[in-house]
T-cell receptor, first 110, second 112 residues
Framework: NAGVTQTPKFRILKIGQSMTLQCTQD?????MYWYRQDPGMGLKLIYYSVGAGITDKGEVPNGYNVSRSTTEDFPLRLELAAPSQTSVYFC?????????FGSGTRLTVV | GESVGLHLPTLSVQEGDNSIINCAYS??????FIWYKQESGKGPQFIID?????DKRQGQRVTVLLNKTVKHLSLQIAATQPGDSAVYFC???????????FGPGTRLSVLP
């Protein structure tokens, strides 16, 4: 099992550009999550999903969108990138117990 | 010693000493707790968990203690090694659910 795979690992965006952060898991986990982590800070929940076709907002959803068309994939979309979205983004999945995290996407908006 | 830095609190310990990382959780209804370790440039990794019907659980070199009365969780690392240097997060959830709330994290720095 590859676990949780995130792509890309690094990206630089210009203000106003859009992009999709990809996340896929091969563990057949129902639950998937997107977190952002600002430098030296904790994790903030952006969006989560309890299963295919179901998504819900977390603590900091503004400026982001998600979809969950399959169990495996949970992409995060930034439509109009802003400097405040400069952060490291982590995708995670779970079934029971703790989360399995991906290795993160480092995004810089300039 | 322990100090509050600009962002994360930092705990500095000598190699070979025991480390104690503390976490004050927020919800008295939380019944399941997990400690995660995050090394530089990586995602958080599961270390150990504990349910609210327990007050202590031991793993390999790690022990988690839960005090529900004061809503306090601690992670003890025995014989701390350089590879233990990382940021440690506690996470809590209610009804053994899957929506965890993460604490702010503590940076552990192991001194040679």
């Amino acid at each position: 099992n590859a676990g949780v795979t995130q792509t890309p690992k690094f990206r630089i965006l210009k203000i106003g550009q859009s992009m999709t952060l990809q996340c896929t898991q091969d563990m057949n986990h129902n639950y998937m999550y997107w977190y952002r982590q600002d430098p030296g800070m904790g994790l903030k929940l952006i969006y989560y999903s309890v299963g295919a076709g179901i998504t819900d907002k977390g603590e900091v959803p503004n400026g982001y969108n998600v979809s969950r068309s399959t169990t495996e994939d949970f992409p995060l979309r930034l439509e109009l990138a802003a400097p405040s979205q400069t952060s490291v983004y982590f995708c995670a999945s779970s079934f029971t117990g703790g989360y399995t995290f991906g290795s993160g996407t480092r995004l810089t908006v300039v | 010693g322990e100090s509050v830095g600009l962002h994360l609190p930092t705990l500095s310990v000598q190699e070979g000493d025991n480390s104690i990382i503390n976490c004050a959780y927020s919800n008295s209804a939380s019944d399941y707790f997990i400690w995660y370790k995050q090394e530089s440039g990586k995602g958080p990794q599961f270390i150990i968990d504990i349910r609210s019907n327990m007050d202590k659980r031991q793993g390999q070199r790690v022990t988690v203690l839960l005090n529900k009365t004061v809503k306090h969780l601690s992670l003890q690392i025995a014989a701390t090694q350089p590879g233990d240097s990382a940021v440690y997060f506690c996470a809590e959830t209610v009804n053994y659910g899957q929506n965890f709330v993460f604490g702010p994290g503590t940076r552990l720095s192991v001194l040679p």
